[in-house]
Structures are given as structure tokens and as C-alpha cells.
């Protein structure tokens, strides 16, 4: 069994949110691993495709079945992910959550600094790890997706829609 929509991102725009209101809903089913991150890492991908497929084996009888990863809207640190995902499950639904490209930018740093990832200001991060701008360029990210997908398949939502239309 394959997912009939994605969480493709972006990353700290309310993807965490969206997987538990989504998964909140009896007939719809979100996968245990928070971020399986299949279509983008490699080392996801050489698991192949029942191992994915595996993920889903509890969504017997759901109407809807999905997984959020936020590496799937990381150009070009992880390019070809559209086309990966347009391989495997043409016919998915795709959600996009964007935030305040600065604000996320931010949370994205708070979020690192936090976990004892990131010690450098956030200035000179911003200089050495072109991530965390591309991350918040929506536009590349969504051109990617419109090269191997058609507009009707993809939703954006804002961080703020998602707060108050939950």
C-alpha cells in the first residue's frame, strides 16, 4: 500500500502540526515514523520500496493514507525528490505548509541551537549553509514539483491558515 498524500514541508512551518491533526482523524492514516524521508535520502531509498509500502501496512480502511518528510522541499541539497516521489505514486496529493520566510528561518536556527546542533550566530550560518535560505525560497521549492506534477495536485497552506482553520 502506497501513501495518497505527502507533507512535503516546509520545515518548521506547522508540518509536525498538520501530521497530528491529519492523523487525529479516523479515516485518515499518517505514518509512526514522523519523517521516513524515503524519497530524499539514499540510504532510505536502497531499504526499497516494501520497506516504504511497509509503513502504511495499518491503514487498512483508511480513505487517506500519508507521510510527512520536510527533506522533500529542500532543493538542491536533496535534488530529483519530485521526480522520485511522480515515480513511485504519480496520482499523490501533495500539502505545502510555508511560513514567514524569516520567521521559519528563525525556528529553523532556534530549533538547531536547541539541540545542540548550532553554535555559530546565525549570521555567519546563513553565509555557510545556503539550506536554510532555499528552504523558504517557496517558489524553487513549488517549481520543482510543477515540473513532474499538475498545479491540481498541490496544496499550499500558510502556517497562519493552519493555526486558526484547524
Known sequence: MLPTFLVIGAMKA????LG?????HPEIFVTAEKEPHFFSFRDRQALG??????????????????????TYTKYPRFPGTPARIAQVVPD????YVVRQPVDRIRSQYL???????QV??????????PTYVDTSRYGLQLDQYLEHFPAGQLLVLTADQLRHDR
Open 14 to 17: 506547522g508540518t509536525t502540526s
Open 20 to 24: 497530528e491533526y491529519l492523523g487525529a
Open 49 to 70: 520500496l516494501e520497506w516504504y509500502e511497509s509503513l502504511f501496512d495499518r491503514a487498512d480502511g483508511a480513505i487517506a493514507r500519508g507521510e510527512a518528510s520536510t
Open 92 to 95: 499523490v496529493r501533495l500539502i
Open 111 to 117: 530549533h538547531e541551537v536547541s539541540r545542540g546542533q
Open 120 to 129: 555559530r550566530p546565525l549570521a555567519e550560518v546563513l553565509r555557510e549553509r
